[in-house]
């Protein structure tokens, strides 16, 4: 198991950019697979973006591609979502999440069993 802890959220203009941050907890955090989700008011909670083990490889949602960035630091135990370019669309809470024992990502939300918190992001119009 790892502990995640999300934060960088918080409230931006269309257009403008975040950059949320989730610390892990573990000296096993280099051999989970991450990713980003978010979850808006009344909807179903939704793959954004993903990362391999390594940082070697990616995925990203079609409604995120080319303006979100995934990224891991494993020296920190961190990963990152840049977020440029945002809409009011983008706004929703955000969730980092890991697979325990996968070096590889999945888009699918119950194949992660460790979950942060949440960061929430406002975009306002």
């Known amino acids: 198991q790892v502990q995640l802890v999300e934060s960088g959220g918080g409230l931006v203009q269309a257009g403008g950019s975040l950059r949320l941050s989730c610390a892990a907890s573990g000296r096993t955090f280099s051999s989970y697979a991450m990713g980003w989700f978010r979850q808006a008011p009344g909807k179903e909670r939704e793959f954004v973006a993903a990362v391999s083990w390594n940082g070697g490889s990616t995925n990203y949602a079609d409604s995120v591609k080319g303006r979100f960035t995934i990224s891991r630091d494993n020296a920190k135990n961190t990963v990152y979502l840049q977020m440029n370019s945002l809409k009011p669309e983008d706004t929703a809470v955000y969730y980092c999440?890991?697979?325990?024992?996968?070096?590889?990502?999945?888009?699918?939300?119950?194949?992660?069993?460790?979950w942060g918190q949440g960061t929430q992001v406002t975009v306002s119009s």
């Open positions: 999440a890991a697979i325990s024992g996968s070096f590889y990502y999945s888009t699918r939300v119950h194949d992660y069993d460790n």
